[in-house]
Nanobody
């Protein structure tokens, strides 16, 4: 069982930056990948970014490319999402996700992950 705890959300203005963190409770030696998803009111949960734990390979949604950077600290079992040039449409609850299932591609769908955090709210005002 892996427990994930997100932090770092808040209320910011358009154009600001914010860094989200996700602390994993279990030793991540068996982790294949971790990712960030977001869900706005009335919308489905959508992929933002993901990273493979050992190699550090990354994948981004088109909406995140050039503005967001995903990273991890293996020594702290912590995942990060550095968000820049934030827009009102980035407003959502952001979720951290984890999988131990190894594959040839970084999973970008919700079904590719087994464990989820409780989410952290990010609100971007115009």
């Amino acid at each position: 069982q892996v427990q994930l705890v997100e932090s770092g959300g808040g209320l910011v203005q358009a154009g600001d930056s914010l860094r989200l963190s996700c602390a994993a409770s279990a030793h991540t030696v068996s982790t294949y990948a971790m990712g960030w998803f977001r869900q706005a009111p009335g919308k489905e949960r959508e992929f933002v970014a993901a990273i493979t734990w050992s190699a550090g390979s990354t994948a981004y949604a088109d909406s995140a490319k050039g503005r967001f950077t995903i990273s991890r600290d293996n020594t702290k079992n912590t995942l990060y999402l550095q968000m820049g040039s934030l827009k009102p449409e980035d407003t959502a609850v952001y979720y951290c996700a984890h999988t131990t299932r190894w594959g040839f591609r970084i999973p970008t769908g919700t079904s590719g992950y087994d464990y989820w955090g409780q989410g952290t709210q990010v609100t971007v005002s115009s």
